[in-house]
């Protein structure tokens, strides 16, 4: 689509989908054959740009700007939580790790959705992970970092699990987060964007949508940036006008924003609202000699033991030196000394499974741009304190010569206090603003549910009360996934997909 031609900037489509992500992606490909079958027009618009794999220049800071929002430090109002979600054709799968989990029973139980269990999903998430190549690495592709923490959960008698991921061609380059040199994760702009451009789907790249007004998008399309290809349009204002919008702006942050945008801030109750993000602490244990943590694909390995008792995840993770800074806690020698360390840390990322709460939002500034208002209260705290207790056993089960644990005590804990782990770590030395904690899974939002009071979707992800109006993203979830979100998030699209197809 080289160029395209516009009256007063005004376009006509019948659908429009504004996000490009795990959501937008997997809609535009799932209703792209409509355009044969019945010679309808679908247009897809994204704020960010398209890249490629030379883009990705192997250096932590300009990938990282390029990237996400605001570089990935995009901070609550509280100033506590850092949120990383990216902009871009395929939004935040071009950064994500690629890994590939089903929810199971109990987190839709919990949903309590009507017609959403795990019977329902099932074939929905098998399409996904056949088409995006979802498969186990094996053994010799995984690295050190990653085996220590399994070794170290099976010297605790704790049960692990591999992540199925979903790369092809992957050079265990270990820049998934920043993008991927080659390309290998098999995300919607690798795999799904591809085949709606394919059956015709128009793609707007640099193009945000600002408002919805009626039947017509407000949308700024703007210069193209970092030397990306740009949009088939001028900058410059236009309509985009259609019988039916899906909103899936993503990341849960940015269409609840749009929504607000265009109806006003409490148009529906429950808008904004019920925001979670799986609050995570990225956690080391120095080994005291070289442990292979960079090359290799950072994410192997999984721990359900304190899912349903504690409500945390523990991971495997790998995070670059600017990050990891950022993210570990303290100043002055001692992190002098355990940055240096740092080709022999062996890292964890525990995630909490925090619940729905309806004081923890979205909101939107006097530029209209989203402000989240989250709160790391007492619950999320003792959840945080017990996962350190159990990182750090993890790493001295390993082997580590000492864990940094974040905030706590002593900045670094050592092999023979391990009997006192619990006195080290607890709640009084965990302080909001002083332990940096971030968040990747960003979820809620604009929820499904049957009651307008509580929800802002119908089990179909249509908005209560618009007929013509849609939202295929993470903000569906009602409450968080407990799992990693993407296939989650990709099933749904194809259940609003289904809706959709069965109306044209
Ligand atoms: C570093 C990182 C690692 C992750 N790793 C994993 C993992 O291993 N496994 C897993 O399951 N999940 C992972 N996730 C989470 C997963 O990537 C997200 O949950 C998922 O991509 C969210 O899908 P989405 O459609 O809601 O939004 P996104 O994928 O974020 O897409 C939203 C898109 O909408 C665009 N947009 C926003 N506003 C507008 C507007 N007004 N107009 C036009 N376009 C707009 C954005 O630019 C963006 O491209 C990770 C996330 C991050 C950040």
Known sequence: MSSIQSQDNTLEYDIIIIGSGAGGGTLAKELSPL????????????????????????????????YFFDGGGVQNVQQDVTFAFAKGIGGSTTVYTGTSLTAPQQVFDRWNIE?????????????????????????????????????GCKNLGIHVDQFPVNTKGCQGEGYCNLGCPNLAKQGTAAVQIPVAKNNGVHIFPF???????????LATVSASQFGLEGSPLKPGDYKFKAKRFIVSCGSAVN???????????????????????????????????KVQNMDGHPKSFFCEEYMESDRFLLETCMYFPFVLAKNLNGYGEDMDSLMSSFPNLQMILSLCLDKAKEKNRIGIGSDGEPKIYYDLDDEI????????????????????????????EKFFIM????????????????????????????????????????SVTNEWGQVHGKEHLYVADASLFPQCSEVNPYLTIMALADRVADKIRSLI
């Not at 929905?124 to 979802?134: I, S």
Request: glycine share 8%; with cysteine.
């Open 255 to 289: 269409t609840p924003a749009l929504l607000m945008r265009s109806y006003g801030e409490n148009f529906l109750p429950a808008i904004g609202k019920y925001f979670t993000c799986h609050p995570a602490l990225i956690l080391v244990g120095d080994h005291g000699r």
């Open 115 to 151: 017609g959403i269990d795990l019977k329902e999903m099932a074939p929905r998430y098998e399409k996904y992970k056949k088409e995006n190549n979802v498969h186990l690495k094996s053994a010799d592709e995984i690295n050190e970092n990653n085996t220590l923490f399994r070794d």
């Open 381 to 408: 705290i003792t959840t945080f304190v017990k996962s350190i207790r159990a990182a750090t056993k993890v790493f001295f089960a390993a082997g580590a010569k000492r864990v940094h644990a974040p905030g706590m």
């Open 207 to 217: 193009t945000k949508a600002n408002k919805i007004v009626g039947k017509t998008v």
């Open 415 to 454: 092999p023979d206090e391990n009997e006192m782990i619990d006195q080290l770590i607890s709640e009084r030395h965990f302080k909001p603003g002083k332990i940096s904690i971030a968040a990747a899974h960003l979820m809620g939002g604009a929820r499904m549910g049957a009651d307008p009071a509580t």
């Open 35 to 66: 355009i044969k079958e019945k010679g309808i027009k679908i247009a897809l618009l994204e704020w960010g740009g398209e890249f490629r794999a030379q883009d990705n220049i192997r250096e932590e800071y300009p990938m990282a700007k390029k």
